[in-house]
């Protein structure tokens, strides 16, 4: 099984972004380059704050979805507490 990442961004306006891949440093890049998602696109530059890796891509969206029903300021500690 390919490794899956959810991940959580803090963009330019102080906002964060919940998001999953399969290749870490190429969908930053992309957020940055303001091409990964039109969240971000006007929101950067934007700086990585928590990553896990998951067995699938089927745990990483079912955590991306539990990610984001968290309050704002526990998201990141969520995160982190499945790493």
Known sequence: ???WFVYLLRCADNTLYCG???DMAR???????GTA?????????VTLVAAVETPGKGDA????IAVKKQPKDRK????????
Do not use: C, D, K
């Open 1 to 3: 099984m390919e490794a």
């Open 37 to 45: 998602s039109r969240y971000t696109r006007s929101r950067t530059p």
């Open 76 to 83: 990141i500690t969520f995160l982190q507490s499945w790493g």
């Open 20 to 22: 999953v891949t399969n």
């Open 61 to 64: 969206l079912r955590l991306e």
């Open 27 to 33: 969908r930053l890049a992309r957020h940055n380059a």
